[in-house]
């Protein structure tokens, strides 16, 4: 038996998802094959290879928004038949979660940053929204990669964890979350007295009232 007595199958069906292509194929005219083959291959990610008895496979583990080539070969016993093959391009989804999000604490705000991820679904991220929790307070960015923002109109000595989202033209992706902080009121400024005497002076001075102090310093100025 040659490869001619096989026939050629007749692909009947290509859909995709974005990590996943779904084919169907009807058998050619000749000997009755006893398995197929799927080989789908797209430039610059591997190959993935499927080996089926039915006529119709499911190839997963794809890459979003990737052309691929899909090469369906059928075998009878040791005879392999001549491959048919169908381009089918894989749709894009939503980028993956931003990477090491931070959020460092100020004054009824917070700082929050974060780094690219790692996908960004197979379509141009457009921005990141970073939502407080609670309060639901929020700060966007377009742009699309690693950046920051700033959240304001938070509580002072309240704890907050902010989520950070990326969007792109499919949707906005998994959040990243951000360790608890807790914004802290700056201290007013303090209040001096000075006393002198034989070449020193003494300064006393209030507590602010509006935060708390962890210390101070003494800095003198000039001569």
């Known amino acids: 038996m040659c490869s001619s007595d096989l026939g050629k199958v007749k692909i009947t069906a290509g859909t995709s998802t974005s990590s996943s292509i779904s084919l169907a194929w ?10 197929y083959t799927v080989s789908c291959k797209g430039t610059g990610v591997a190959t993935v290879t499927k080996t089926v008895t039915a006529r ?44 090491n999000p931070m959020a460092v604490p100020q004054d009824a705000k917070a700082l929050v940053s974060w780094s690219t991820p790692a996908s960004n679904g197979g379509s141009p991220i457009t921005s990141f929204t970073v939502t407080s929790t609670p309060g639901g307070r929020t700060c ?56 002198s005497a034989d070449g020193t002076v003494t300064l006393n001075w209030e507590h602010p009232l509006n935060a708390p102090v962890t210390k101070y310093v003494v800095t003198r100025v000039g001569a």
């Open 56 to 99: 119709s496979a499911l190839v997963s583990g794809l890459k979003p928004n990737t052309s691929y080539a899909c090469a369906i070969t059928a075998f009878a016993k040791t005879v392999k038949g001549l491959a048919v093959t169908k381009t089918v391009l894989t749709k894009p989804t939503v980028p993956s979660a931003p990477i």
């Open 140 to 195: 966007t960015v377009m742009m699309g990669i690693g950046g920051s923002c700033t959240v304001t109109g938070l509580t002072n000595n309240s704890t907050y964890t902010f989520s950070v989202v990326a969007t792109n033209a499919v949707g906005s992706g998994a959040p990243a979350a951000t360790s608890a902080i807790m914004p802290i009121a700056l201290p007013d400024m303090p209040v001096v007295t000075t006393t």
């Open 26 to 35: 009807a058998a050619g005219v000749g000997a009755k094959p006893t398995k």
